[in-house]
Nanobody, 119 residues
Framework: QVQLVESGGGLVQPGGSLRLSCAASGSIFGTNAMGWYRQGPGKQRELVATITRGGSTNYADSVKGRFTISRDNAKNTVYLQMSSLKPEDTAVYYC?????????????WGQGTQVTVSS
């Protein structure tokens, strides 16, 4: 079984920065992508950013130019550097690890970490 442990959430003022981390442990195999999703109050969970083992990235339009995703394959860890934060970025942020081959063999989620952007 795989576990995802997130850290780095908290309260930050508008315009501030935060860095989220997510470490995966367990039996991880195959071609995969790690990423971040978020769910704001009263909203559905949405994509924030993903990154493959090879370094290919994908961002939601709402965070392009403000957020940067990266990963350390040796540590099975993914990071999300968030800058120029806005109140609308307030959400629970979830780490995701999924097999990107077909058929998909696994899709794991972390427990979530709260990010609150408020003055």
């Amino acid at each position: 079984q795989v576990q995802l442990v997130e850290s780095g959430g908290g309260l930050v003022q508008p315009g501030g920065s935060l860095r989220l981390s997510c470490a995966a442990s367990g039996s991880i195999f195959g071609t995969n992508a790690m990423g971040w999703y978020r769910q704001g109050p009263g909203k559905q969970r949405e994509l924030v950013a993903t990154i493959t083992r090879g370094g290919s990235t994908n961002y939601a339009d709402s965070v392009k130019g403000r957020f940067t995703i990266s990963r350390d394959n040796a540590k099975n860890t993914v990071y999300l550097q968030m800058s120029s934060l806005k109140p609308e970025d307030t959400a629970v942020y979830y780490c995701n690890l999924r097999d990107i081959s077909w058929p998909q063999r696994y899709n794991y989620w972390g427990q979530g970490t709260q990010v609150t952007v408020s003055s």
